[in-house]
């Protein structure tokens, strides 16, 4: 604040003012700049995860489809038996469980392989 017994310079209260907004918009620019380039880095990184998470659905995607055909190769034999479509990804599942979810599919198909042979046993020779 300026003293009230000193007169004041229109001219340099100007420039004073005129340097502030200046300070204040550079420093605004700044700050829109770095935010800026987080979002791009934001963005990036979230593309990178997107990918990730879609290269990895393939690969398990494929990889049932896989056991599916060996399941419906092996039962497309036996008349009596009929296959479905493959099943649909169950919604509720929790992608963090996955690992879990796929230990769960070889023991499973193991124990069908043996349900199917108790079954066929008698009439294979």
Do not use: C
């Amino acid at each position: 604040m300026i003293p009230e017994h000193e007169p004041v310079d229109p001219v340099a209260r100007y420039k004073e003012l005129l340097e502030t907004a200046h300070q204040a918009a550079r420093a605004h620019s700044e700050h829109e700049r770095r935010r800026a380039v987080d979002l791009v880095a934001e963005i990036h990184a979230a593309d990178d995860r997107v990918k990730a998470a879609a290269e990895a659905q393939a690969q398990v995607t494929g990889e049932i489809n896989g056991w599916w055909r060996q399941v419906v190769a092996t039962v497309g034999e036996l008349k009596w038996l009929t296959t479905t479509p493959r099943p649909v990804p169950d919604p509720a599942g929790r992608p963090e469980q996955l690992r879990e979810y796929l230990g769960q599919i070889e023991p499973a198909t193991k124990e069908f392989y043996a349900a199917l042979r108790k079954a066929t046993w008698p009439r294979r020779r």
